[in-house]
């Protein structure tokens, strides 16, 4: 059997008897870092008797076949440093692999940065796209952004305390400044915050760099978003009188608050 078990994401507190029990009891352990797992079972007062394994992106796939002949007889449980495993952290290919083998695999759930900050970011919650950590280069965030631009569901994304910044910056480009969002900081822990509003806005409060891992929230382009089809339209009229059509889509992204890159892209649909 393999048994997926969620671990705090900052507050010891948040440890569920059944996670407690689970390691305890455990004859093997597949870890992401297996020091945090010590470190872990040390604040949980958990002595473990476990077989410990490293789990990690760089050797996943090597270790599969030997914890899928383990589950086969055995309990094999599966960690991650902080929250659940596989989400945004290894894992899923062992999962495959066990489900494939015909191994049974159980849960036990617990804390999660997408839902935690999710809850409290204030935006609709009914449907959300979970997107993972965000590239580290401007380009490629861009990139990830433009993607997304006509997506409807609340999108949810992880990023580093030194780029949440220039992330920001990209997203209020591409998204809008006006366009809806949150970050969350330090969630579960003693200094956690959420701080809500549009994208300008939080780019003005990310200057003062704050500090934690952050999971950045924004909301969807719903009907109360900009009608970017329209505005494409105007930047054509507006590049018929000789104005460049990129002069034209920053011109019109400024008045009314908009992602020029949108703006352009939309134009360039129109004129096809």
Same mark, same amino acid.
């Given at each position: 059997m393999l048994i997926l078990a969620a671990t705090p994401i900052g507050n010891l507190s948040d440890a569920s008897k059944r996670l407690e %029990? %689970?390691?305890a009891e455990a004859s093997f352990i597949a870890a992401e870092d297996t020091r945090e797992l010590k470190r872990l079972c040390r604040g949980l007062g958990i002595t473990l008797n476990a077989k410990l394994f490293s789990l990690h992106e760089h050797n996943?796939?090597?270790r599969i076949d030997e914890l899928v002949e383990l589950a086969k007889d055995e309990i094999v449980v599966l960690v991650s440093d902080a929250g659940? +495993? %596989?989400i945004s952290d290894p894992g899923f290919l062992l999962v495959r692999a066990c489900a494939d083998a015909g191994v049974e695999i159980q849960i036990v759930p617990g804390p999660s940065a997408v839902v935690s900050a999710l809850a409290v970011s204030g935006? +609709? %919650?009914d449907r959300f796209s979970f997107e993972g950590f965000l590239p580290r280069k401007s380009g490629e965030r861009v990139r990830v952004?433009?993607?997304l631009i006509t997506e409807k569901r609340t999108m949810v994304f992880f990023e580093a305390p030194h780029r949440i910044l220039e992330s920001l910056k990209d997203a209020s480009k591409v998204f809008g400044a006006d366009r809806l969002a949150s970050v969350s900081r330090e969630l579960t822990k003693k200094f956690e915050e959420t701080k809500r509003g549009r994208l300008q806005e939080l780019v003005e409060w990310a200057e003062k760099i704050p500090k934690?891992?952050?999971v950045l929230v924004v909301s969807?382009?719903?009907e109360e978003q900009l009608d970017y089809e329209q505005l494409g339209q105007k930047a054509l009229l507006l590049a018929e009188t000789g104005m460049g059509l990129k002069q034209a889509s920053t011109e019109l992204a400024d008045k009314f608050g908009a992602s020029k890159t949108a703006i352009y892209q939309h134009a360039l649909q129109a004129k096809a």
């Open positions: %029990t %689970t390691l996943e796939r090597d659940m +495993p %596989t935006l +609709p %919650t952004f433009e993607s934690g891992e952050m969807g382009a719903g």
